[in-house]
C-alpha cells in the first residue's frame, strides 16, 4: 500500500507538437522556466507514436498542421486508456470560436492561443501537471483498490465476473434514476467493489455449500463494515463509501449494519442493491442453481418497499425489459 499516494518520483514531461521548427523551439524555451523534460514532434503521426512510447504528463497541441490535425490526435490520445488522463492543451489561432468548440469536443482540457504568451504558458504547463499529479494518485488509490476486489473474486468463485456486471448495471441504473457524472463513476466503480470487505470473511464461510447457521451469518454481515475500513483511508474513495457500507440495508429498515430506512439509505447503495441481487439470483450459487431473468424480476417485485426501493425496482424491471431479457407480467 506503500504507493498510495506517493509523491511523484520522476520528472514530468511534456510533448510539444507542432510543424513550424521556429514555434517548438519557441516552446521549448518557454518550458525552461518549468521543472520537466520537453519532447517534441513535428507532425500529428510522430505526436501519437511518441505519446504511445514516453507516455507524456502533458501534451501542447497546435490545430493546424498537415496530415493528422491536432483534433483528431486530441480525440486519438483521448480514446486511450493511458490518454483518458493526460491533460491536452490546444493551441489555437486568435479568435477562432469554431476550434474551440471543436477541441472541446475532441476532448482537449485547455486552450491557449496564438501567439503564445510566455508568463501564460508557464502559468498554464504547471497547473496542467498538477493536475496530473493529481490524476496519478488517484490512479494508484484506485489500482489498489480494484486489486483487492480482484482478491475476492479469486477467494469467492461464483463471483467471477458478478463484479463487473454489478457495476455496469448499477451505473445504467443510475443514470435511469436522472443521475450524471461522477455520480455515475462511482457507481461504476462501487458497483464493482461494493463486497471488497469479504476479503476479511473466511473461505470455509463464502464457499460453504450450504445455509450459514447463525455464527457464520453474523461473521458474513460485517463484510460491509470491514470493506468500508479497506476503503476509507483512500481518498479517491470517499464516494464508494457510502455504497461499500450500505449495500445491505433494506428498504424497510430491517438490514444491516446500520438499519436505516427507506431514504436515509444512501441512493447509490439502494441502486446497487438491487442491481446486485437481480445478477445473483440469475447465477449459480454453490447452494441453488441460477433463476432466470424473469423468475429474479418476480422476486425483486415481490421484495419492493420491504427490501428494495420500489420506484429503482420498477426503473430496472422496466429497463430489463425494454432490452428484450424478460416479460414481467
Ligand atoms: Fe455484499
Known amino acids: 500500500m506503500g504507493l498510495v499516494g506517493a509523491p511523484r518520483t520522476h520528472e514530468p514531461s511534456v510533448l510539444v507538437v507542432d510543424d513550424h521548427p521556429l514555434n517548438r523551439q519557441l516552446l521549448e524555451a ?3 522556466a518549468v521543472d520537466c523534460s520537453v519532447l517534441t514532434a513535428a507532425s500529428g ?3 501519437l507514436e511518441i505519446f504511445a512510447e514516453r507516455a507524456p504528463d502533458l501534451v501542447l497541441l497546435d490545430v493546424n498542421m498537415p496530415g493528422i ?4 490526435v486530441c480525440r486519438r490520445i483521448k480514446a486511450t486508456p493511458q490518454g483518458r488522463l493526460v491533460p491536452v492543451v490546444m493551441i489555437t489561432a486568435l479568435n477562432r470560436v469554431d476550434d474551440r468548440v471543436t477541441a472541446l469536443e475532441a476532448g482537449a482540457d485547455d486552450f491557449m492561443t496564438k501567439p503564445v504568451e510566455r508568463s501564460e504558458l508557464i502559468a498554464r504547463t504547471r497547473s ?4 496530473k499529479a493529481t490524476y496519478d494518485s488517484l490512479e494508484s488509490a484506485e489500482r489498489v483498490i480494484f486489486a483487492l476486489a480482484a482478491a475476492v473474486e479469486a477467494k469467492d468463485s461464483y463471483t467471477e465476473a ?3 456486471r ?3 448495471s448499477s451505473r445504467r441504473l443510475g443514470q435511469r434514476a436522472g443521475l450524471g457524472g461522477e455520480a455515475l463513476e462511482a457507481l461504476l466503480q462501487g458497483g464493482m467493489i461494493h463486497d471488497i470487505g469479504k476479503i476479511g470473511i473466511p473461505d470455509a464461510i463464502l464457499q460453504k455449500p450450504g445455509p450459514l447457521d447463525a455464527e457464520e451469518k453474523a461473521l458474513m454481515q460485517r463484510h460491509p463494515e470491514l470493506g468500508e475500513r479497506i476503503c476509507r483511508p483512500l481518498g479517491s474513495a470517499a464516494q464508494l463509501l457510502p455504497i461499500v457500507r450500505h449495500h445491505h440495508e433494506a428498504f424497510d429498515g430491517s438490514g444491516y449494519p446500520d438499519r436505516l430506512r427507506g431514504q436515509e439509505i444512501p441512493l447509490p447503495a439502494r441502486i446497487v442493491a438491487v442491481c446486485d441481487a437481480f445478477d445473483a439470483l440469475t447465477s449459480t ?3 441453488r442453481s441460477a433463476r432466470s431473468p424473469r423468475e429474479a424480476g418476480e422476486v425483486l417485485r415481490a421484495g419492493r418497499g420491504r427490501q428494495w426501493d420500489p420506484d429503482l425496482v420498477e426503473v430496472f424491471l422496466a429497463d430489463v425489459e425494454a432490452r428484450g431479457q424478460i416479460r414481467i407480467g
Not at 490535425?69 to 483528431?72: A, L, S
Open 30 to 32: 518557454y518550458l525552461g
Open 45 to 47: 503521426a510522430a505526436a
Open 69 to 72: 490535425d491536432g483534433f483528431e
Open 128 to 131: 496542467a501537471l498538477r493536475l
Open 162 to 164: 458478478h463484479t463487473q
Open 166 to 168: 454489478v457495476g455496469a
Open 285 to 287: 450459487r454453490p447452494y
